[in-house]
């Protein structure tokens, strides 16, 4: 098993920046690829980013190329997603996840951090 707790959401103005932390524990050497995701308000959970945890290559949704970053620290089993330039259209709740096993889904989610940007 795999926990993962999220944290660094808030109210923020458009224009703003936000860091956002997903700290693992567990089995977290399971680890394959992390990653975040966002479920705007009425709409489904969509990818925003993923690195693999090993060699750190990314992966971003083109909605966010440019403006968000994310980057992990192996010592801490933690990631961060570094979100600059927010739009409206940002505001969700993000929530990291485990993919343990590259041939399938992710399958260890946190409890999700609400982002909300105010135009």
């Known amino acids: 098993q795999v926990q993962l707790v999220e944290s660094g959401g808030g109210l923020v103005q458009a224009g703003g920046s936000l860091r956002l932390s997903c700290a693992a524990s567990?089995?977290?050497?399971?680890?394959?690829?992390m990653g975040w995701f966002r479920q705007p308000p009425g709409n489904e959970r969509e990818f925003v980013a993923s690195?693999?945890?090993?060699?750190?290559?990314?992966s971003y949704a083109d909605s966010v190329k440019g403006r968000f970053t994310i980057s992990r620290d192996n010592a801490k089993n933690t990631v961060y997603l570094q979100m600059n330039s927010l739009k409206s259209e940002d505001t969700a709740v993000y929530y990291c996840?485990?993919?343990?096993?590259?041939?399938?889904?992710?399958?260890?989610w946190g409890q999700g951090t609400q982002v909300t940007v105010s135009s």
């Open positions: 996840a485990v993919q343990g096993d590259p041939a399938r889904p992710y399958n260890y």
């Open positions: 567990g089995r977290t050497f399971s680890t394959w690829r």
């Open positions: 690195i693999r945890w090993s060699g750190g290559s990314t």
